[in-house]
């Protein structure tokens, strides 16, 4: 079985400063990693996935992510927010099944910037 | 490419009427998934498809819900009869060649009175 949990319901950060969404999970196997964002009213988009190779992975609108398999972490980050960055944010775990793989998603982050 | 299309959008309904959501994905795609997401359970599968063939319906709730997917191109999930429980945002996913990766519907938000 896999899990995930997200640290913070709500995180708040002004314009420019760092984000940092936390995201640990439980796998029994080698999981795939991703992180998804939720504008309001909108469908999931994929921000970025880890599969294999290279720990640390960029995405789209400058976030980054890091696998770190010793403490079972996939924590996203942003050096600078912007005020368009608000919306929530889901990770995600699935296994690493060839035939179709189910994602188990944390319970979100809800990001607020302020100017 | 048009993406996943869902509809309707939106869905207003009585308790015990029965609701159609309707899913088109991605040309190409073999796999196709519905999640349901409250604010109570946050985002659970209900139920995916490798080339229409439903493989896991474990996350169905109950009898009254019920999906099918008679062609590469098209998929329904209907609740019959509805209750205000079932009030929540309904997606649709699929997935191809990337097979970890699922591209969302925009969702169906439905409210059941």
């Known amino acids: 079985a896999q899990s995930v949990t997200q640290l913070g319901s709500h995180v708040s950060v002004s314009e420019g400063a760092l984000v940092l969404l936390r995201c640990n999970y439980s796998?029994?196997?080698?999981?795939?990693l991703f992180w998804y964002v939720q504008y309001p009213n909108q469908g999931l988009q994929l921000l970025l996935k880890?599969?294999?190779?290279?720990?640390l992975v960029k995405g789209i609108n400058g976030f980054e992510a890091e696998f770190k398999k010793s403490e079972t972490s996939f924590h996203l980050t942003k050096p600078s927010a912007h005020m368009s960055d608000a919306a929530e944010y889901f990770c995600?775990?699935?296994?690493?099944?060839?035939?179709?793989?189910?994602?188990?998603f944390g319970g979100g982050t809800r990001v607020l910037v302020k100017p | 490419d048009a993406g996943v299309i869902q509809s309707p959008r939106h869905e207003v309904t009585e308790m015990g009427q029965e609701v159609t959501l309707r899913c088109k994905p991605i040309?190409?795609?073999?796999?196709l998934f519905w999640y349901r997401q409250t604010m109570m359970r946050g985002l659970e599968l209900l139920i995916y498809?490798?080339?229409?063939?439903?493989?896991?319906d474990s996350g169905m709730p109950e009898d009254r819900f019920s999906a099918k997917m008679p062609n590469a191109s098209f998929s329904t999930l209907k609740i019959q009869p509805s209750e205000p429980r079932d009030s929540a945002v309904y997606f649709c996913?699929?997935?191809?060649?990337?097979?970890?990766?699922?591209?969302f519907g925009p969702g169906t938000r439905l409210l059941v009175l």
């Open positions: 498809f490798n080339n229409n063939v439903p493989i896991d």
């Open positions: 880890y599969t294999t190779g290279a720990t």
């Open positions: 040309s190409g795609h073999d796999y």
């Open positions: 996913a699929s997935s191809g060649l990337s097979r970890e990766t699922q591209y």
């Open positions: 796998s029994s196997v080698p999981p795939y």
């Open positions: 995600a775990v699935s296994g690493r099944k060839a035939a179709g793989n189910k994602l188990t």
